[in-house]
């Protein structure tokens, strides 16, 4: 058996089929009870308004805390904000930032000591990717990244900077300090790979 996660995609599905069973139920018993209310003499009981009352609460109680980040996640406070299924290619083999588009990023999940090891190498490559492609010494670009201007997105400079929190992120911590993790680390490292084929491309066409 497959111990894959299911993806959004699939998650949606599944939660569209089992709210059309129970809406296919729902007409099924008020169409027999407006045929012949005797066909539902064995469902009968003495609390049955009470138990179809706690079923559906239970079913929304269930449902909507699984489906609403899904439909409704928030997107970051800025022109750029994305939320992408996957991570883009590189702009060349054996760049710094390559093995980090490769981690799986459970930070859900992580431990303390490994979401600080996943905050340090993303903040050394920002550092070193912008040392290399400006003129800034590296401290310059240390603070670069600590100000947040190294990039439009909110998420990311958030995460590798001082910068307050944006409305995703404030979003995620509500459900979890661990998703908001995860979510500003896989922006980060889009941010990343993004500035480095840009300014990548820009040397080239120099050259």
């Given at each position: 058996m497959?111990?894959?996660?299911?993806s959004?995609t699939?998650?949606?599905?599944?939660g569209?089929?089992?709210g059309?069973?129970?809406?296919?139920?729902a007409?099924?018993?008020?169409?027999?009870?407006?045929?012949?209310?005797?066909?539902?003499?064995p469902?009968?009981?003495?609390?049955?308004?009470?138990l179809v009352i706690?079923?559906?609460?239970?079913?929304a109680?269930?449902?909507?805390?699984?489906?609403?980040?899904?439909y409704?996640?928030?997107?970051d406070?800025?022109?750029?904000?994305?939320?992408?299924?996957?991570?883009?290619?590189?702009?060349y083999?054996g760049t710094?930032?390559?093995?980090l588009?490769r981690?799986?990023?459970?930070?859900?999940?992580?431990?303390?000591?490994e979401?600080?090891?996943?905050?340090?190498?993303?903040?050394?490559?920002?550092i070193?990717?912008?040392?290399?492609?400006t003129a800034?010494?590296?401290?310059?670009a240390?603070?670069?990244v600590?100000?947040?201007?190294?990039t439009?997105?909110?998420?990311?400079?958030w995460?590798?900077?001082?910068?307050?929190?944006?409305?995703s992120?404030?979003?995620?911590?509500?459900?979890?300090?661990?998703?908001?993790?995860?979510?500003?680390?896989?922006?980060?490292?889009?941010?990343?790979?993004?500035y480095?084929?840009?300014?990548?491309?820009?040397?080239?066409?120099?050259?």
């Amino acid at each position: 058996m497959s111990n894959l996660p299911l993806s959004r995609t699939s998650i949606r599905g599944w939660g569209t089929l089992l709210g059309g069973l129970l809406a296919l139920t729902a007409a099924l018993v008020i169409l027999a009870a407006a045929i012949n209310p005797a066909l539902l003499g064995p469902l009968q009981h003495p609390r049955a308004d009470r138990l179809v009352i706690t079923g559906f609460l239970i079913v929304a109680m269930l449902a909507v805390p699984l489906l609403f980040p899904l439909y409704f996640e928030p997107a970051d406070d800025d022109t750029d904000a994305y939320e992408p299924e996957a991570t883009p290619d590189i702009p060349y083999a054996g760049t710094d930032i390559e093995p980090l588009t490769r981690h799986p990023l459970a930070g859900a999940r992580a431990t303390a000591s490994e979401q600080d090891e996943i905050h340090d190498r993303l903040r050394t490559a920002a550092i070193t990717m912008i040392h290399r492609h400006t003129a800034d010494t590296r401290d310059e670009a240390s603070a670069r990244v600590d100000r947040g201007d190294w990039t439009q997105n909110a998420a990311a400079a958030w995460f590798l900077g001082e910068t307050p929190p944006p409305r995703s992120i404030r979003f995620y911590r509500r459900l979890s300090d661990g998703l908001a993790f995860r979510h500003g680390a896989r922006e980060t490292i889009h941010e990343i790979v993004a500035y480095e084929q840009s300014h990548t491309g820009t040397q080239e066409d120099a050259t």
